[in-house]
């Protein structure tokens, strides 16, 4: 760890100053930043903390939609009533993920920017295009376990290690950011993390100065919703694949099918059309094959982590199992 | 006044069983529970010590060559930064168990990444830590450096077996497997990291540190600084866990003291969790060929299991996994053998019951194929393998409780003995199964030291410096005690972890117990001596109870204000070479497997073990469930994972080192088959704690078989592994 200035903001603006210096952090539950401080891979000059600026609300919206805010708490959201009923497949990601202790202190904004967990990232001994740029990639032609098969590049083939966001991707939430220049805007979930291109060390849109101030969730559909992480241990552990699901049928056939993925890429991974293939046709074990063709059409695996294209078709065929009701 | 005994022959008098207080063999709680739970049981790196400065290792960057240069101006000149110490005395490995000596020096010489090189001393931990990433280190790295263990040739181990004709054996059998299995590394993961504080007074060194075998520690460390043993205090009341990665020193200790020396005030060293999994004791990773023949009527007629397993160059450990393939299991015909590949990852040594903790899942799993083979159910074919001696030595078995745990332990788990076919039991996604294993663990014994002193007010004091690294030492060794001379064990006061204290056999290889025990138990008889004589009456017709004779005068009257001191000495006899003394036991598990996803989840685990004189049955089971949680992760989630190109441990905090966590652990139930192994201890008690996790793991492995049909043939068997050898 470096020595760092601690400063605290009292207000937007004031946070979005602070932050705004190159080497100047936010810091909210800190169960991320701390860890990566400790390991030098996150060497930040000012530590800002935004934990007294509000942004703690979970509320009800006019349109019947739900806003989180930026510093709601992950326990706090997924025990809320309203996301239980109305946003199960949020509440069930959330839940999934990390430690009871953990999700004490660990908020949306940081949960949406956590890191990813490749063990070359967090280690400064090693090469790391994300950590270094131009270091090189020690993840390519090592251990490669928990990388991704999906829109990586010949820069970086990390995954975004979180499951809340993959819920929110389903859901096509829209995140909510407060510029340095004192304005807003809004982001889409499915569009707030970005591929590793050639520009692997940046995670998602945000900018210097930027702050996530909320989440908004849509008006609740109908619909079942699933979240399925399949991990190495019963609790505790990243997922190797998850799927978000919210999956509703007309009859006998399937009338809405929001899917995202986790543990595949760089990113939530949402794809439209894979959702195409199934809405209007009846479930079944040929239509979940072709939808995971669709999902996994370009997948490519680097040795290591070969079986995740196989493990998200079958992950992928439990889910809309369950959904639909089908049995396999 | 000193007991000396040295068991050249069985202690089968059984004496404890006579004794009065009824304390010994309770369910008692750790006597210092209350200051763990609390937080007032200090750990070797919370003694509050003035002016105690800050060390921090500092680690390589290659994994074989030299340091050549360490620029210590890159950082002196950075707030707080007392000193950069590089000297010939630091250590670049941990030493092995029972090394008595220093371990590798000097430290510049790097055989493995990660390997500590030099420490970083300031005012302040984070300055240390800052100014020992800093620190501009220069090596000359060696190219051509081997990492992969099977991509090298390999150095035969001595202690091969060679009897009979497998091959022939294999050739004539109604029933064989060949199979090749494999485990990978594991990390002790103790949760107290290494630590110590050693503070120099211009003659003696104190140090502090988290340990689990003083007394062969204070030779170490004492030799690794050219110092005279006379001259070192070790002190460890408290640890928080060993596993066996802390048998013998390791960097952090020495690394503390020669920096205390040097800048002659107090320096605490604590590894990050990181170093912690980097540079202490690995298990080695296996790979295990098994051939087991047998005919018609599942007998063993052959018995092959040879194993490679790997270590860094002049290092003598090599991972033991034939230790019960030995003697567990009949068969005339045996090939037993072990090679050790040369590789730069760090040292490999004891682990959690080195050898059967890998080496006996393995051989369940294929005992389970020949069963299978021979279309016999698993615990039948294991009863007819039973020897009646050791099969390769001939010598008898001290006692041997196989049998009977397999039986019992089918009995209460419910076991059926029917066919078994894959597939049998579907719940939604997941397809239920069970499978069962054998336990073995050879039993050891270590030359201990304990004083008894028994007091004018009637209560007692017991010192050694023997550990208690969480097994629960200072309860039975207060049980012990108590039982022996009539007290309850609030009267008497155990007093571990000290070099000034008469030497114990120290924590490791489960001989803690039975060696402090017997120590203690010599001790107190030898005060009995003293008090029957007193009460005029033999020892033998003595019996003491709740302060006093029963019935008649109290200990304080019959000290009459003397303090009676006597110090017992155990020391292992020629009884060892007579007999052949193991723990025995038996796993059944029931798992469910994902048949979409392959992930596997224990519902249930029932161990049933005989293990000599059980001591205190709380700790006794603890030591089981956590022997038996170990087995779960060896099972299921437990693996080093190394990188290719430069041989470093990728993997290495617990977030992505799994170990197991509450929820993959079901309820367990232990199952105690009593007995008395006269052989193993005058106490008649033997090893407990690493029996549960020898074979645990082949029956979890078994039960993902018979519960989907993938045969695993690698640990752990994560859902990628399962997935692949699943059928569709
Ligand atoms: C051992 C372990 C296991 C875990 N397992 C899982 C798991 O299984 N699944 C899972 O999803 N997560 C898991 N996590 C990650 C955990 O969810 C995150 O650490 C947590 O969500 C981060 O939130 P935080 O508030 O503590 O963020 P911090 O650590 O405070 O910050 C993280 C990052 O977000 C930035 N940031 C924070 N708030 C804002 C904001 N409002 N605007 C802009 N930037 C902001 C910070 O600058 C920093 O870069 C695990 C973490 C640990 C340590
Ligand atoms: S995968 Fe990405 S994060 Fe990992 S080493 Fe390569 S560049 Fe770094």
């Known amino acids: 760890m470096r020595p760092f200035d601690y400063q605290r903001a009292d207000s937007r603006d004031h946070a979005g100053q602070l932050t705004a210096g190159e080497h100047a952090q936010a810091i909210a539950g800190g169960t991320n930043l701390l860890d990566l401080m400790k390991l030098q891979v996150e060497t930040p000059q000012t530590l800002v903390d935004i934990n007294r600026l509000g942004h703690r609300e979970i509320e009800d919206r006019d349109d019947g939609g739900m806003w989180i805010g930026a510093l709601a708490t992950n326990t706090e959201t997924a025990v809320h009533p309203r996301v239980r009923s109305d946003y199960p497949v949020l509440a069930r990601a959330i839940l999934a993920g990390a430690t009871q202790q953990l999700r004490n202190r660990a908020t949306t904004g940081g949960n949406l920017c956590q890191r990813t967990r490749c063990y070359y990232f967090t280690n400064i001994d090693q090469p790391c295009n994300k950590r270094e740029p131009g270091s090189g990639c020690g993840a390519i032609e090592g251990i490669a376990k928990l990388h991704a098969v999906l829109g990586a590049s010949s820069q970086c083939i990390a995954t975004y290690p979180g499951d809340m966001a993959v819920a929110m991707s389903a859901l096509d939430a829209q995140v909510e950011i407060a510029g340095a220049d004192g304005g807003t805007r809004t982001v889409p979930v499915r569009d707030f993390h970005r591929l590793p291109g050639d520009t692997p060390w940046k995670d998602n849109v945000l900018e210097p100065g930027d702050l996530i101030t909320g989440v908004t969730l849509p008006p609740p559909v109908k619909g079942r919703q699933l979240y399925r992480k399949v991990r190495e241990r019963s609790s505790y552990a990243f997922a190797l694949c998850s799927v978000a699901a919210i999956v509703a049928m007309d009859g006998d056939t399937i009338a809405r099918a929001d899917l995202a993925f986790g543990g595949l890429a760089h990113k939530p991974w949402h794809d439209p059309e894979v959702g195409q293939v199934l809405i209007g046709q009846k479930p079944g074990a040929d239509l979940f094959n072709r939808a995971a063709d669709v999902l996994l059409r370009d997948a490519r695996g680097y040795g290591e982590n070969d079986f995740k294209i196989p493990l998200a078709r079958r992950t992928l065929a439990a889910v809309l199992a369950e959904a639909t009701g089908v049995e396999l | ?728």
């Open chain 2, 1 to 728: 006044m000193s007991a000396h005994l040295k068991q050249d022959a069985p202690v089968t008098d059984n004496r404890l069983d006579d004794m009065k207080q009824g304390v010994l063999g309770t369910a008692t709680s750790r006597v210092e529970g209350l200051l763990k739970v609390t937080g007032t049981a200090p750990y070797a790196a919370e003694y509050p010590i003035d002016g105690c400065a800050e060390g921090v290792l500092v680690t390589s960057t290659i994994a074989k060559g030299e340091v050549t240069a360490i620029d210590e101006d890159s950082v002196l000149s950075m707030p707080g930064v007392i000193a950069v110490i590089d000297h010939p005395s630091l250590t670049a490995r941990p030493a092995q168990g029972t090394a008595g000596e220093a371990p590798a020096q000097p430290a510049r010489k790097v055989g493995y990444f990660g390997q500590p090189v030099a420490v970083v001393v300031a005012e302040s931990f984070e300055q240390a830590r800052d100014a020992a990433k800093q620190l501009k280190v220069t090596y000359r790295a060696d190219d051509d450096v081997a990492f992969d263990p099977e991509a090298v040739d390999a150095e035969a181990q001595d202690g091969a077996t060679s009897q009979g004709d497998l091959a022939h054996a294999m050739k004539e059998a109604s029933a064989s497997v060949d199979v090749t299995y494999r485990t990978e590394g594991h990390s002790s993961a103790a949760m107290e990291p290494h630590a110590a504080i050693a503070q120099w007074d211009g003659d003696t060194l104190t140090v502090h540190a988290s340990l689990q075998m003083l007394n062969y520690n204070i030779s170490e460390l004492a030799d690794s600084l050219g110092l005279d043993e006379g001259k070192v205090r070790l002190i460890a009341r408290y640890v928080g866990g060993g596993f066996g990665s802390k048998l013998g020193i390791s960097e952090e200790t020495v690394a503390a003291s020669v920096a205390a020396m040097r800048l002659d005030r107090p320096v605490r060293v604590v590894m990050s969790r990181q170093q912690v999994l980097q540079c202490i004791m690995r298990r080695s990773e296996t790979r295990q060929r098994f051939r087991l023949a047998a005919g018609a009527d599942g007998k063993l007629t052959g018995f092959g299991h040879e194993a490679r397993v790997s270590n860094l160059p002049g290092e003598s450990f090599a991972e033991p996994v034939l230790q019960s393939s030995h003697f567990l299991y009949a068969g005339e015909n045996r090939e037993l053998s072990m090679e050790v590949a040369r590789i730069h990852r760090m040292t490999a040594g004891s682990v959690r019951a080195p050898g059967e903790a890998v080496g006996m899942p393995a051989l369940e799993c294929a005992m389970d194929m020949l069963a299978e083979e021979l279309a016999l159910d698993p615990v039948e074919l294991r009863l007819r393998n039973i020897p009646e001696k050791h099969p390769a030595s001939g010598l008898p078995f001290s006692s041997h409780k196989l049998a009977e745990c397999l039986q019992q332990g089918a009995e209460a788990f419910g076991w059926d003995s029917g066919p078994r076919t894959p597939r049998h039991t579907r719940e939604g996604e997941w397809w239920i199964g069970t499978g069962m294993a054998s336990a073995a663990r050879v039993h050891n014994v270590g030359e201990a030291k304990a004083r008894v002193t028994l007091k004018a007010d009637g209560t007692a004091l017991v010192e050694t410096d023997m550990t208690d690294i969480g097994t629960g030492t200072y309860t039975i060794l207060a049980q012990l005690v108590g039982e022996m001379l009539g007290l309850p064990i609030d009267d008497v006061l155990v007093e571990l972890g000290d070099t000034r204290h008469p030497r114990g056999p120290g924590s490791g290889g489960s001989w803690g117990a039975a060696s402090i025990g017997s120590a203690a138990y010599l001790a107190c008889k030898a005060l009995r001596e003293t008090l029957a004589e007193r009460a005029g009456m033999t020892e033998t017709d003595l019996a003491l109870r709740d302060g006093g004779v029963v019935g008649g005068a109290s200990l304080e009257e019959l000290l009459n204000g003397e303090t009676l001191v006597e110090e017992g000495h155990y020391e292992p006899g020629d009884v060892t070479d007579d007999y052949t003394a193991a723990g025995y036991g038996a796993f059944f598990a029931r798992v469910r497997v994902n048949r979409f996803t392959g992930e596997t989840r224990m519902e249930h685990m029932l161990g049933a073990f005989g293990f000599g004189r059980v001591l205190n049955t709380r700790t006794a089971r603890s030591q089981c469930i956590g022997g038996m949680t170990w087995s779960i992760g060896a099972a299921l989630t437990e693996a080093m994972l190394f990188d290719p190109v430069d041989g470093h441990l990728a993997n290495c905090d617990l977030a992505e080192y799994h170990v197991p966590v509450n929820r993959d652990v079901p309820d367990l139930d232990v199952l105690f088959v009593e007995e008395r192994d006269g052989v193993a201890s005058p106490i008649q008690a033997k090893g407990i704690g690493e029996l549960g996790m020898c074979g645990g793991a082949g029956a979890i492995a078994n039960a993902i078989y018979n519960a989907c049909g993938a045969r695993v043939l690698d640990f752990p068997m994560t859902p990628d592994r399962v997935l692949a050898a699943m059928p569709d």
